[in-house]
C-alpha cells in the first residue's frame, strides 16, 4: 500500500537576512538628472545623489558613450550631489585621461572636500623631469 503526500516544499517564510551594522555595502543612489550636448562637443550632465564607485556606473557609461561620439569637454553641474568618494574622481580622471576637459558647476562641500584633498595629494613635475613622484 502506498500513500501520496503533498507536504509543502516551504514550510516558514522566508526572513530577510539580517542588516549587518557598520558602513551599507550596498550601492549608493545616483541620479543623472539630466544630460544634453550644448555645444557640438561639449556635454552637460546634472547629477543627483550620491557617488560612490558602485553608483558611478550610469555616469561612467554616458561619459564613455559621449566619448566615442566625439565630446571632448564635460561640464558637471554637481549642486545636487549629497555624498561623493573617489569613485567621482575615477570618473573624471577617466574622462580627462585622453585630453578630454572637464568642469564642476556649483559643486557642494562634499565635492569640494574631496577636490581639495585630491589636490593635497598631487605633486606638480619640475621641468624637465616627467611624471611627478609621490611625496
Known amino acids: 500500500m502506498s500513500t501520496a503526500s503533498t507536504a509543502p516544499i516551504l514550510t516558514e517564510t522566508p526572513r530577510p537576512p539580517a542588516r549587518e551594522q557598520g558602513a551599507d555595502t550596498a550601492p549608493g543612489g545616483i541620479v543623472v538628472h539630466s544630460c544634453a550636448h550644448v555645444g557640438?562637443?561639449?556635454?552637460?550632465?546634472?547629477l543627483t545623489?550620491?557617488?560612490?564607485?558602485?553608483?558611478?556606473?550610469?555616469l561612467r557609461a554616458i561619459l564613455a558613450s559621449a566619448a566615442a561620439d566625439g565630446c571632448t569637454e564635460l561640464i558637471l553641474d554637481a549642486s545636487r550631489v549629497t555624498f561623493c568618494d573617489s569613485g567621482l574622481l575615477a570618473v573624471l580622471d577617466q574622462w580627462s585621461r585622453l585630453g578630454r576637459?572637464?568642469?564642476?558647476?556649483a559643486p557642494p562641500a562634499v565635492v569640494l572636500r574631496l577636490l581639495r584633498v585630491s589636490a593635497g595629494t598631487l605633486v606638480s613635475p619640475r621641468p624637465g623631469t616627467g611624471p611627478a613622484e609621490p611625496r
Open 40 to 46: 557640438p562637443a561639449t556635454l552637460l550632465v546634472r
Open 49 to 58: 545623489g550620491e557617488i560612490d564607485h558602485y553608483s558611478a556606473a550610469p
Open 101 to 105: 576637459r572637464y568642469r564642476i558647476d
